[in-house]
């Protein structure tokens, strides 16, 4: 069946630094892929998308590239800042009525 | 514009007691889902609502749970009786139908089973 690994948390980083979360997948199919971002306390959000290949989903600085040939889907984020701490999560789409199959979460923590 | 409302955030309950979670999702959103988040994993689909028709209904415990989208558009999860297992956080999610892909996602009901 579908799934999605994605590295363990937590990441733990200085503020300005460059943040990678590794996620890799697999799918029956053409996945739309997707980050979403867990703040404390609140609800996931949709931090950014890619429905084909080679597409690049970006947002709020972080961007992520569908990547078919290495079925994976990493986020990247140039400077971080104490505001991203929060955990991510990275999931796919097969469904057309848009069911999700997520990652376990990443936790990354930003120190200043 | 106001985002999925989830009450309570919070629920403690001794096992083999029944418990009620209520989602309110976004104005005009058809799509309605309900998923369950185990501590430290990713989000797992229970149930989907397309309007008042629960359309993908296979993840969810039927012996125990149970759901409802009468006008379709408020919507109700119930556990009963609640296991030591069912502790975790429920999710509630809307989208438009436009674009199925992106769901909004409500805060949560963090449910604890003693």
């Known amino acids: 069946g579908d799934s999605v690994t994605q590295m363990e948390g937590p990441v733990t980083l200085s503020e300005e630094a460059f943040l990678t979360i590794n996620c890799t997948y697999t799918a029956t199919g053409y996945p739309s892929l997707f980050w979403y971002v867990q703040y404390p306390g609140e609800g996931l959000q949709l931090l950014l998308k890619a429905t084909k290949a080679d597409d690049k989903g970006s947002n709020k600085g972080f961007e992520a590239t569908y990547r078919k040939e290495t079925t994976s889907f990493h986020l990247e984020k140039g400077s971080v800042q104490v505001s991203d701490s929060a955990v991510y999560f990275c999931a796919l789409s097969t469904d057309s009525w848009g069911k999700l199959q997520f990652g376990a979460g990443t936790q990354v923590v930003v120190t200043p | 514009e106001a985002g999925v409302v989830q009450s309570p955030r919070y629920k403690i309950i001794e096992k083999k007691q029944p418990v009620a979670f209520w989602c309110n999702p976004i104005?005009?959103?058809?799509?309605l889902y309900w998923y369950l988040q185990n501590l430290g994993q990713g989000p797992e689909l229970l149930i989907r609502y397309e309007n008042e028709e629960a359309v993908d209904d296979s993840q969810l415990p039927k012996d125990r749970f149970s759901a409802e989208r009468l006008k379709g558009v408020d919507s109700t999860l119930k556990i009963q009786p609640a296991e030591l297992g069912d502790s975790a956080v429920y999710l509630c999610?809307?989208?438009?139908?436009?674009?199925?892909?992106?769901?909004?996602f409500g805060p949560g009901t963090r449910l604890t089973v003693l």
């Open positions: 999610a809307s989208s438009p139908g436009t674009d199925t892909d992106t769901q909004y």
């Open positions: 104005s005009g959103h058809n799509t």
